[in-house]
């Protein structure tokens, strides 16, 4: 699933070629991904709207448009946002067409066709509940240390469990919690308040090292993940622990181990992270 980093990478990449369009019609191969309002009246919105911006909050993307209502698109497991020029080839996977004012399109596309998509006024964001819910981010002024180290103290579940949750961090996924208690010498399996002054402080700075290096080598791409323009990351080669079980570790040389941990598969050291 695209996390943090990589719904930041589609948002640079896209923001610049959509701010300033018009959407002139939309096109459906699967208008089941359309979750709010239904698609005849999504059809009929989005049409003759311009695109004023392109922000993010933790995985969603959100489109602002000029009549103040929002297209908002989470990308889920396998979507791609693309923006293809006249007489590109389209995703074979392409499931929504959106037809530019210019002649290109933005196309969604999305193997296993998980992704969602809600058209709503800014003011009614609260209808998608993860919007709703969400926690600070990493790399914002919200997610403090104290923010951190209070937000544990307060959960006796596994830290990978915690961590996860969209309401108390927004934006990480399985890779980057995995690279982050990595980083901070801290088994998948402890419990949240158990940690220390000073594991707290490692994982707080892990947290937001993992996330930024992310962003810096363009997402992670294992398989479908692409950004804006159809490139694929590089932050798969830079991984410590995620992906490489059985492989030595990087600082002691011990197989990384794959665990299910609150019903997601972990990696981790059993030696650094013990």
Not at 19 to 43: C, D, H, N, Y
Not at 107 to 129: F, K, N
Not at 180 to 197: C, D
Request: glycine share 10%; charged share 25%; proline share 4%.
């Amino acid at each position: 699933m695209p996390e943090m980093p990589e719904v930041e990478i589609v948002r640079r990449t896209l923001v610049d070629k959509v701010a300033g369009r018009t959407i002139k019609e939309v096109e459906f191969l699967l208008a089941r991904l359309v979750k709010w309002p239904s698609p005849g009246e999504f059809q009929a919105v989005l049409t003759n709207r311009k695109i004023i911006t392109l922000t993010r909050r933790g995985k969603y993307l959100l489109f602002h448009l000029d009549d103040g209502q929002v297209l908002v698109i989470h990308l889920r497991m396998t979507g791609r946002l693309q923006y293809i020029r006249t007489g590109m080839e389209k995703d074979k996977f392409t499931r929504i067409i959106f037809k530019l004012d210019n002649g290109d399109l933005l196309i969604y596309a999305d193997t296993r066709t998980l992704g969602t998509l809600y058209l709503m006024p800014m003011d009614e964001l609260w209808r998608i509940s993860g919007l709703a819910t969400m926690g600070p981010e990493p790399l914002t002024p919200e997610f403090s240390l104290d923010y951190l180290k209070n937000m544990l103290k307060k959960h006796h579940g596994k830290i990978k469990a915690i961590l996860l949750n969209q309401k108390y961090i927004g934006g990480l996924g399985n890779i980057y919690v995995d690279e982050s208690i990595a980083i901070a010498g801290i088994h998948p399996e402890r419990i949240a308040s158990s940690l220390s002054e000073s594991e707290n402080e490692k994982l707080y700075h892990a947290i937001n090292k993992v996330i930024a290096d992310g962003i810096e080598h363009g997402g992670t791409t294992f398989r479908d993940y692409r950004d804006g323009i159809g490139r694929s990351g590089t932050h798969q080669h830079h991984l410590i622990v995620y992906g490489r079980k059985g492989e030595p570790c990087l600082t002691c040389g011990i197989p990384i181990v794959w665990k299910e941990v609150s019903g997601r598969g972990s990696h981790f050291c059993p030696k650094c992270q013990g």
